[in-house]
């Protein structure tokens, strides 16, 4: 310790009234968002025109400019979509509504079958792998294992995309087939897909 | 005026000049003309009176034009005329626009027919814009067919003229 004193008090005798912590992180932490009311977290809003059957444009991501087919809202707020797979390569999958562009073209809504009701945000839960310790991953062998698309999944969207189908024709279906591109003369904001 | 047309002002009179001058349509009263700028664009109304070389008096009773003077500038002139004298009230303009169906014959012309045309594009959602695409494309095919057809027989035949008649697949539309 140190032999001083200050003021006629010694330093040995000073407590130190700061809280210490064993560890500092070097950055500052980012912490999620927390409400500070009670307030619940509001249902994320109906789109005008976002009903089930409706022709959308992806705007963005792997899929952007394909048209898919909107099947329903998800209770986390994304919209669940399909192409239909046989259609457009597109399968079930959940997008960004905000990045969905509503059209007008409707598919008939009864095509849209309940199966669509059934699938929830934990069908897109990725499926949790074991934790592998350091050393093991070093030595894991990385050919070895092939990615299978499960079985179930391919039926249910078999389920779901084998109505839509039965009622697409040929046109409707090369529709879907083709992505949306902007061509010479084609002004966004000029452009009508629905008349609001 | 030349000479020349001074004299045939006055031995033929004055359609001759207008003839000979090459302008068919004039800014005159009766002449029907569409609003191309301002609160009434896309109406069609009737000059009334001349007021100067670029400005005019307008009215359109039943065309949902309001009586104003407007620049030239602003307006179309179109091919029907009306026999009415200058200066006309609207109330006399709207009788004589009713009697002569002036909106009927607009509707007829190719200009009224081109204007719902480019409306009716302007208009056009997606998918829509997607069938006319493809029966432009079928269009473009079966047209293309033909004249290679006619092309290719040239030289034995005499050229055969491409069949105006062929319709191109009709689609059904997905309903609501």
């Keep these: 310790g140190i032999n001083a004193e200050y003021m ?3 330093f040995s005798q000073i407590r130190i009234m700061v809280k210490k912590f064993k560890w500092y992180p070097a950055e500052d932490e980012k912490k999620p968002f927390q409400r500070k009311s009670k307030a619940k977290k509001k249902p994320v809003a109906t789109r005008k025109g976002l009903n089930p059957g409706v022709v959308c444009i992806v705007l963005s991501g792997r899929f952007r400019g394909k048209r898919v087919l909107f ?7 994304l919209a669940l979509v399909t192409g239909p797979y046989k259609v457009n390569g597109v399968p079930l999958r959940r997008m960004n509504p905000a990045y969905l562009l509503v059209t007008k073209t409707q598919v008939k809504p009864e095509a849209i079958s309940k199966e669509a009701d059934t699938i929830d945000d934990k069908y897109f839960a990725k499926a949790k792998e074991a934790k592998k310790k350091e050393e093991e991953k ?4 990385t050919a070895a294992k092939a990615k299978v ?10 389920k779901i995309d084998q109505p839509i189908l039965a009622v697409l024709d040929p046109l409707m279906k090369k529709y879907l087939a083709t992505r949306f591109t902007l061509r010479n003369g084609m002004k966004p904001h000029e452009l009508v897909f629905q008349l609001l | 005026m030349c000479i020349r047309d001074r ?12 003839e000979l001058m090459g302008f068919k349509r004039f800014v005159q009263a009766g002449r029907v003309a569409y609003i191309n700028y301002g609160v009434d664009h896309g109406k069609v109304c009737v000059i009334v009176e001349v007021i100067n070389s670029t400005r005019v008096l307008v009215d359109g009773p039943t065309l949902g034009v309001p009586r104003q003077v407007i620049s030239l500038r602003r307006l179309a002139l179109t ?5 009415v004298a200058k200066g006309i009230h609207t109330k006399s303009l709207e009788a004589i626009i009713k009697k002569e169906d002036l909106v009927k014959k607009i509707g007829e012309s ?11 594009r302007a208009e056009l959602n997606d998918f829509e814009r997607f069938q006319v695409m493809m029966l432009k494309r079928q269009k473009a095919y079966l047209v293309n067919k ?6 290719s027989k040239k030289s034995k035949k005499p050229a055969k003229k491409p069949k105006s008649g062929s319709q191109p697949q009709k689609f059904h539309h997905i309903t609501l």
Aim: charged share 30%.
């Design chain 1, 71 to 77: 099947l329903r809202m998800l209770p986390s707020g």
């Design chain 2, 146 to 151: 033909d004249v290679a057809q006619a092309s």
């Design chain 2, 110 to 120: 190719s200009w009224a027919k081109k204007l719902a045309a480019q409306k009716r």
């Design chain 1, 149 to 158: 698309f499960p079985p179930e999944k391919k039926e249910k969207q078999g």
């Design chain 1, 8 to 10: 006629g008090i010694q």
């Design chain 2, 7 to 18: 004299y045939q002002r006055r031995v033929h009179g004055i359609n001759k000049l207008q």
């Design chain 1, 138 to 141: 070093l030595f894991a062998d």
């Design chain 2, 79 to 83: 091919d029907h005329l009306l026999k």
